[in-house]
């Protein structure tokens, strides 16, 4: 049989327990307040991304309007080039300037 642990065999094994438990709760803070602020970077991350798809959606919207006044232009020019070689070849003219 084993000898019954005396009192500050006792006091000495519940203070190392308790040391140990503090520094197994500092070490949970420790990690929470980590991911606490990990946490509020990748808010503010996803905050950021948000703002750039929105900002990528406008240009794409601005683009579209772009190519499509720049597809009117280019028939109005091409029309209108059509339009100048009508009235050289009815004035008779070669084409050369």
Request: hydrophobic share 40%; no cysteine.
């Amino acid at each position: 049989m084993s000898s019954p642990i005396g009192p500050e065999a006792l006091q000495h094994l519940a203070a190392e327990v308790s040391r140990l438990f503090s520094a197994y709760h500092e070490q949970v803070d420790r990690l929470l307040a980590e991911r606490t602020h990990k946490n509020e970077q990748l808010r503010a991350e996803l905050g950021r991304l948000e703002a750039l798809q929105k900002e990528i959606a406008r240009i794409n919207q601005d683009n579209e309007r772009l190519r499509a006044e720049r597809d009117e232009l280019l028939a109005a020019f091409s029309r209108m080039a059509d339009l100048v070689e009508q009235v050289r070849r009815s004035r008779g003219g070669s084409g050369a300037g």
